[in-house]
T-cell receptor, first 113, second 117 residues
């Protein structure tokens, strides 16, 4: 069965600190996709990244980076030099052949100025 | 390009009443999805349209929920009669590629916050 676990319910960091949000997934499919979404206080879900199961290269986009490790079924998200605008709920999600997304319960990040 | 829009943004109704939520996907997106987040829990899939056809409605909780997508454009989700446990945030998402590959990225709307009293 598919499952996404975000063990960290809430994290608080002081501005400019680095923070890593953990995501562990379970799937029996060999082809699958992993996603991260950001939900700012305004409520919408903002797409951040999509990775497929065949591409384990880490990705960096500005202050954001993602570490995909199939050996540990993890897809962790790191924010470097955090800013107040990074405060949000972050969701990790998995899709298999059926396209619908399976979400984790989200991690609420608060960046303190 | 306009994103996914949802209406209303908030709805407060009494148990037993009917509520209809609307979603307008990104123009040209064939795939439309409904999800729901009950407070404190994960966002859960409800159903998936490809154009006007229901591709997968395995997540619909019961027959009090009715989704339609007439003409393959906007979609409505009706809850009748509403129960207390239906409270939550209802998200709509759309994507461009045809389903079946899991490749496409789903773009979400801001959600409708439903409170059933």
């Amino acid at each position: 069965a598919q499952k996404v676990t975000q063990a960290q319910t809430e994290i608080s960091v002081v501005e400019k600190e680095d923070v890593t949000l953990d995501c562990v997934y379970e799937t029996r499919d060999t082809t699958y996709y992993l996603f991260w979404y950001k939900q700012p206080p305004s409520g919408e879900l903002v797409f951040l990244i999509r990775r497929n199961s065949f591409d384990e290269q880490n990705e960096i986009s500005g202050r954001y980076s993602w570490n995909f490790q199939k050996s540990t079924s993890s897809f962790n998200f790191t924010i470097t030099a955090s800013q107040v605008v990074d405060s949000a709920v972050y969701f990790c999600a998995l899709s298999e052949w059926a396209n619908n997304l399976f979400f984790g319960t989200g991690t609420r990040l608060t960046v303190i100025p | 390009e306009a994103g996914v829009t949802q209406f209303p943004s908030h709805s407060v109704i009494e148990k037993g009443q009917t509520v209809t939520l609307r979603c307008d996907p990104i123009s040209g997106h064939d795939n439309l999805y409904w999800y729901r987040r009950v407070m404190g829990k994960e966002i859960k899939f409800l159903l998936h349209f490809v154009k006007e056809s229901k591709q997968d409605e395995s997540g619909m909780p019961n027959n009090r929920f009715l989704a339609e997508r007439t003409g393959g454009t906007y979609s409505t989700l009706k809850v009748q009669p509403a129960e207390l446990e239906d409270s939550g945030v209802y998200f709509c998402a759309s994507s461009h590629l045809r389903g079946g590959t899991g490749q496409e990225t789903q773009y979400f709307g801001p959600g409708t916050r439903l409170l059933v009293l």
